[in-house]
């Protein structure tokens, strides 16, 4: 989990390379209200001060689910915002996009919400980290999510409906095409982690990321599914 203090960076590896498409989830519980500056991020890739940014997954400040996808030199193209706020409490949630189609599509709690096609197709060469729980801001990731993030993927395809029920329901999918599994909340590291501590990636890759910022805490809450993945990473 995350506080709005602090976000987990995960270096660039070069299995990201060229991702044309992608899946992003995670399980999510705000525990800061929403509000006018507040936009709390799950998932993006980008420098710190949004330079070669290729997608960014997070809520604004009206509570809606969003997500933009970019073109080279941070260009938008487009975004898919949810119709209504998601509500405080726990959910799991997931964006995907694909070059094929075009399509950036997000989900709640393994339902489609919403689809929306982008303009361009996704900035693919970026060498930027993937960060978790942060958007970066006046060259920090200060816009933290603000509440605890779990078992937070990302996959270098776009899963399709079923996979992303099943995410929902507990079950693992598409190891093989698994590029980042920080599960963060399954207890593996005691119940906090200080600035620098290391967040175990979980996926074949191995590319374990740091906390930044404030004092994350790590502890099982009690809305913990009571099987995922990650209590067999």
Request: one cysteine or more.
């Amino acid at each position: 989990g995350t506080t709005t203090g602090s976000y987990i960076i995960f270096p660039y590896h070069s299995a990201w390379a060229n991702m044309t498409e992608f899946t992003c989830s995670a399980w999510v519980d705000l525990s800061v209200a929403y509000g006018a500056g507040h936009y709390p991020g799950i998932c993006m890739r980008s420098a710190t001060n949004a330079a070669n940014v290729s997608f960014a997954f997070y809520f604004l400040q009206n509570g809606t689910l969003n997500m933009f996808t970019y073109r080279a030199a941070s260009v938008s193209n487009g975004q898919v915002v949810t119709t209504a706020a998601i509500t405080q409490d726990l959910h799991h949630v997931a964006a995907t996009y694909s070059d094929t189609d075009k399509l950036m599509k997000l989900y709640v709690d393994g339902v489609l919400l919403r689809s929306t096609a982008a303009s361009a197709a996704i900035y693919s060469a970026s060498t930027q980290p993937f960060i978790i729980g942060g958007l970066p801001y006046n060259d920090s990731y200060l816009r933290g999510f603000g509440g605890i993030i779990s078992d937070a993927c990302v996959w270098r395809t776009r899963l399709g409906d079923a996979a992303i029920k099943h995410l929902y329901r507990g079950g693992d999918v598409a190891r093989d095409s698994l590029v980042l599994r920080a599960c963060i909340n399954n207890g593996e590291s005691g119940t906090t982690l200080a600035a620098d501590s290391i967040v175990y990636d979980h996926s074949p890759l191995k590319n374990h990321g740091l906390v930044k910022g404030a004092t994350a805490s790590t502890a099982r809450p009690d809305w913990y599914p009571s099987s995922t993945p990650c209590d067999a990473a």
